[in-house]
């Protein structure tokens, strides 16, 4: 077993303990505790981050970010075949689709949406979402996703989203064109076969995983690394024992930003 375990206060376990072991506090921290608990964490950062970015953007500082003070960078601007033009990353539409109260600024809340949209429960960013999807498939420029375009591009991120532990790792063709004409002709709630903006909504958040997705990875694996009586759930005690997990689990990401992230958690 690794030595960091002797540089961590076993003291900060403690008081991290009953933060986590919320619903319910009965002694035990599930799957689902420490994935709630990681999205309360990591919603902070984002939102903290955004509150920066903010600053840089809100040029006549009052609160709000307008279209007009969100300046695309030179090169978007300048050229129209651009990855980032095309994205729609700038358009306007994906402004106004952030732009919740319809007063053509965005407060921070907003804001936060805007840049990360996948996070977003706003369901006019969601069907945003789905159009620039809609417009990135659509190859023959029908406005709508026909069963090739489903097949070769959104079908594979919307498979391995769910089905991580599948059998074969190079599945041949053939064997999932029926899986995914069973999940297109789910989706084709009209029937017409074809895939509208919203009949892609079911499977937005597949297409772009967002945070709850890395979230539960993480929590499965700190369980998977920790659940030392394999009864699904950590004690404090199996904790204590296996502390270089939360450790790296919880600091991993960025130190170098700034201290804001947990430290303030645990003083
Ligand atoms: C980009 O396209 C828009 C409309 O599609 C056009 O109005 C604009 O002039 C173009 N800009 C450049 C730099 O080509
Ligand atoms: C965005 O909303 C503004 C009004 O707030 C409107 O004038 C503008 O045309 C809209 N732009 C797009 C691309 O929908
Ligand atoms: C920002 O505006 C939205 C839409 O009006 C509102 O729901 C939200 O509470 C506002 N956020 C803040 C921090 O005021
Ligand atoms: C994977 O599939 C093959 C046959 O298709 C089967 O023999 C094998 O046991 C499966 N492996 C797992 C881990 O399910
Ligand atoms: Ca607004
Ligand atoms: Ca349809």
């Known amino acids: 077993m690794m030595r960091?375990?002797?540089?961590?206060?076993?003291g900060w376990l403690v008081m991290l303990f009953p933060k986590i072991d919320a619903d319910?506090?009965?002694?035990?921290?599930?799957?689902?505790?420490?994935?709630?608990?990681?999205?309360?964490?990591?919603a902070k950062e984002v939102l903290h981050r955004s509150m920066?970015?903010?600053?840089?953007?809100?040029?006549?500082?009052?609160?709000?970010?307008?279209?007009?003070?969100?300046?695309?960078?030179?090169?978007?601007k300048n050229d129209n075949n651009s990855f980032g033009y095309d994205m729609g990353w700038w358009k306007e539409e994906h402004f106004n689709a952030s732009d919740a109260n319809g007063d053509?600024?965005?407060?921070?809340?907003?804001?936060?949406?805007?840049?990360?949209?996948?996070?977003?429960?706003?369901?006019?960013?969601?069907?945003w979402l789905c159009k620039e999807e809609v417009r990135e498939r659509d190859t023959d420029r029908d406005g709508k996703v026909n069963f090739d375009e489903f097949f070769h591009g959104l079908f594979d991120l919307v498979r391995n989203y769910d089905e991580e532990d599948h059998n074969s790792s190079h599945p041949s063709h053939d064997s999932?064109?029926?899986?995914?004409?069973?999940?297109?002709?789910?989706?084709?709630?009209?029937?017409?076969?074809?895939?509208?903006?919203?009949?892609?909504?079911?499977?937005?958040?597949k297409i772009h995983p967002s945070e709850r997705y890395y979230a539960k990875?993480?929590?499965?694996?700190?369980?998977?690394?920790?659940?030392?009586?394999?009864?699904?759930?950590?004690?404090?005690?199996?904790?204590?024992?296996?502390?270089?997990?939360?450790?790296?689990?919880?600091?991993?990401?960025?130190?170098?930003?700034?201290?804001?992230?947990?430290?303030?958690?645990?003083?």
């Open 4 to 10: 960091i375990s002797s540089t961590l206060p076993i």
């Open 217 to 267: 990875q993480q929590a499965d694996y700190i369980i998977s690394q920790a659940d030392s009586d394999k009864d699904g759930r950590l004690s404090l005690l199996e904790m204590i024992e296996n502390p270089y997990v939360f450790y790296s689990a919880i600091f991993s990401e960025d130190e170098d930003d700034d201290d804001y992230e947990y430290h303030d958690e645990f003083r």
């Open 52 to 76: 920066r970015e903010m600053e840089v953007h809100d040029k006549n500082h009052d609160g709000f970010v307008s279209f007009a003070e969100y300046e695309p960078p030179s090169w978007v």
């Open 176 to 205: 999932l064109e029926s899986p995914a004409r069973h999940l297109f002709s789910q989706l084709d709630k009209d029937g017409d076969r074809l895939l509208s903006e919203e009949e892609l909504l079911p499977i937005i958040g």
């Open 104 to 127: 053509g600024l965005l407060n921070i809340t907003e804001f936060n949406d805007f840049l990360h949209p996948s996070d977003s429960k706003s369901p006019k960013l969601l069907h």
């Open 24 to 42: 319910p506090a009965d002694g035990f921290v599930t799957e689902n505790e420490l994935t709630e608990w990681h999205l309360q964490q990591a």
